[in-house]
């Protein structure tokens, strides 16, 4: 887990996959743990789903 303070000076707790994480390949308890929607049961939301998260990429955490 990764934090930063907002302008008002609340902390924001977001959590981070780590590095070469395969969003494609994780199980369901894995994506809920990064706060990552579950794969969806429907065949047309599933396949928006994997085209969103094929292309996710790492992004850096803020300074």
């Given amino acids: 887990m990764s934090g930063v303070l907002d302008s008002s000076g609340t902390k924001l707790n977001y959590y981070m996959p780590p590095k070469g994480f395969d969003f494609l390949d994780a199980t369901n308890s894995q994506l809920a743990s990064f706060a990552i929607p579950p794969r969806p049961n429907d ?15 790492n992004i850096p955490l803020p300074q």
């Fill in 43 to 57: 065949l047309t939301a599933l396949t928006q789903w994997n085209n969103e998260f094929s292309q996710a990429l």
